[in-house]
DNA sequence: TGTACATCAGTGAACGCGCGTTCACTGATGTAC
DNA sequence: TGTACATCAGTGAACGCGCGTTCACTGATGTAC
């Protein structure tokens, strides 16, 4: 039956954030046109009034979703809150709700062109902010290969935590690496 | 038709070889029996002599995969060589044949125990491997937590590197973390 | 060493299933009067 | 403001397709004599 405009509205809105949160949870592939109409409480059929595929809907749900975690940087009170809040148990545990570039950073390097310009895009923006709020506290020359080289340890230590299948090792993983970013210029 | 035992033994070691190469491509999900059936000169039907399912399959073909990178590790001449091959082009443009933690990261976290105890099992090999060829040449205390940190941010890099539409982009974050991991003391 | 035959690795048709997509239909919405 | 009806967002059955798995069959292998 036909709904209200607001309501219809508020569906393709709903459709874009539970796709984007199971494509984080699951990976690209393990995501159906039933599953994500299912999370909205929608059925299969109502995507097609929104969107022309199944690609058309990854295309939308992913756009801008690489770019959501430099927003998140840009309001943190400091880098150190950013680095806690990265390495927390809470980000490990809740993939579909944290940082894309972790999620799915595996999945976009097999994506087309659309979703890893999308990719390039967020990461960009992420650099310049974790640039930006990294020297905020001190004047730094090489803030942007210092931001890089930060962001690539975050990403890398959360996607070696979640594999890991022994949990001790996964802490120490985190605990490594936050002791390592938080005292930036220990030798 | 039946085939020599030698012959079946060789079907058996290419089954599993062709699997690991497709699942560093093209990741767990899109890797089907007949696809690896084919990459080995077989049809999907012959895969069932060798493995119960398409599970066993699996497991069996991950079982050391995330080990083999420490066997790499152990066999190379110094660190630096370790960090320069891992940061190529050839490495990041080539997933099938290169270090399974990168490739299989993202999606290990979504698999079973088993898979991701592999993993750790790896990840912990490639630690000490890591940890013992970088204080080759000078004595250091807190060479695991170094090469925790240096590990995930080589991940990381590739990860990201691999993901990122733009080429410019993908390849400064190389060279930045090249330039961070060559000199680790540098403040 | 030769021959006869049981073994079994591999083939390919067939199965049930879930996928992405289509479309006739439904009925609440919202407009024309 | 009330009424009549055209619109269209959403439903759910149906489609063709590729998946993982099964199994009757094939024919080279390798053993028993």
């Not at 801008?64 to 990265?86: K, M, S």
């Not at 999620?103 to 310049?128: K, M, P």
């Amino acid at each position: 039956m036909k709904v209200s405009k607001a309501r219809a509205a508020a569906h393709r809105e709903a459709l874009l954030a539970a796709a984007g949160t199971l494509y984080r949870e699951r990976g690209f592939d393990a995501v159906s046109i039933a599953d994500i109409g299912a999370a909205s409480g929608l059925t299969h059929g109502a995507l097609y009034g929104h969107f022309s595929s199944k690609e058309a809907l990854q295309l939308a749900a992913v756009d801008g979703l690489f770019g959501w975690t430099a927003e998140q940087v840009r309001n943190a009170p400091d880098i150190g809150a950013v680095i806690d809040l990265y390495l927390s148990a809470t980000h490990v545990e809740n993939p579909g709700v944290g940082c894309p570039l972790s999620a799915l950073g595996g999945d976009t390097a097999r994506q087309g062109q659309a979703v890893r310009d999308d990719f390039a895009h967020g990461l960009e923006s992420l650099i310049e902010a974790y640039a930006t709020l990294a020297s905020a506290g001190r004047g730094s020359a090489p803030a942007r290969a210092d931001a890089i080289c930060s962001i690539a340890t975050l990403v890398g230590a959360v996607v070696l935590a979640r594999a890991c299948g022994n949990k001790v090792l996964s802490d120490e993983v985190l605990a490594a690496v936050r002791a390592r970013l938080r005292i930036p210029a220990a030798a």
